[in-house]
């Protein structure tokens, strides 16, 4: 059970995600504490990111439901204390900031999605879906109260997470890690090794003398591998930066202008409009509609 918790806890997956996220936004101030679990009251604030403070009541929140999915998953036993020492508390809290510098972000580049956003992404999460795969609004409901939320906080939560996945997305796509680490990594996480102990007590070993020039020769000759030094490789390393040979001064209007001309859909916007239409069955009824526009009447009425 401690192995699974720490599995969960350790991913080096979510190590590396969490650290390209601060990186990201290393620009941000970021402040904590270490002694939440010192007798603090849940207003007490146990990091800092920019203007935003985290409070102990906010790791609370996040902990209590992962506490308790790992109790239902692992089928034990599982207080704070040993998940504090598992490093789940500090994955959690990492969780917060990465949330904040996100939320910020977000809130500085004016991110936002719109109610028809939030309805497809309610209709299209499977967790809503019944057994014929379409919506189903009673397992909506129960999916809600096993979570203790409310449809509204469900949309308050989606019009915060959506904008923050959106940017996370733009962050990390593309990235994929090299198949050599991803083979490395693997290889560590998955491997597994047998020790046999054998015990020589002192008193049952004899002498065994003074070995000879030839016994020293032989067993040196039996085991080279034990003698002989690792391998070492040298190699050299040329690099050539884009900045080491171009010199923009250098180049000409005319092929800039060239290269503009033959990429310029790279570099326009189509225009775009929007029209409003009105279907008559005659003439007749269509130059009513135009008189009554003409007249200053409200679209919506003459339609």
């Known amino acids: 059970m401690l192995q699974a918790l720490r599995t969960k806890a350790g991913s080096i997956v979510a190590k590396i995600l969490f650290g390209l996220l601060i990186i990201s936004f290393g620009f941000w101030g970021i402040y904590t504490r270490s ?11 146990i990091a800092t990111v920019g203007d935003a403070n985290i409070r102990a009541d906010d790791l609370q929140r996040l902990l209590q439901p992962t506490l308790e999915r790992l109790r239902a998953q692992l089928g034990g036993a599982v207080d704070q204390q040993q998940i504090k020492q598992l490093g789940v508390v500090d994955t959690l809290l990492a969780q917060l900031i990465d949330r904040d510098l996100l939320d910020q972000e977000a809130a500085r580049l004016k991110l936002d999605v719109s109610d028809e956003v939030i309805r497809s992404a309610i209709y299209d999460n499977p967790a809503f879906r019944g057994e014929d795969g379409r919506f189903d609004r009673a397992l909506f409901n129960r999916v809600l109260m096993m979570n203790r939320l409310s449809e509204d906080q469900l949309i308050a939560h989606l019009h915060r997470d959506l904008p923050r996945a959106d940017l996370l997305q733009a962050i990390t796509a593309g990235i994929a890690v090299p198949r050599p680490v991803v083979e490395a990594l693997y290889r560590h996480r998955g491997e597994k090794r047998l020790a046999d102990i054998v015990a020589f007590l002192v008193a049952s070993v004899r002498d065994v003398g003074q070995p000879s020039e030839a016994d020293l020769t032989k067993f040196y000759e039996a085991h080279p591998d034990l003698f002989r030094a690792p391998e070492f490789r040298a190699f050299t390393v040329a690099s050539l930066a884009p900045s080491d040979v171009a010199k923009p001064e250098d180049v000409q209007e005319s092929k800039l202008r060239e290269e503009y001309e033959q990429r310029k859909d ?17 003439e007749e009824k269509a130059k009513e509609a135009e008189a009554a526009l003409a007249a200053g009447k409200d679209w919506k009425e003459v339609a």
Not at 35 to 45: A, E, F, I, L, N
């Open 35 to 45: 002694d939440y679990y010192q007798g603090h009251s849940p207003d007490t604030v």
């Open 266 to 282: 790279e570099f326009e916007t189509p225009e775009q409009r929007q029209v409003q239409q009105i279907l008559s069955s005659s």
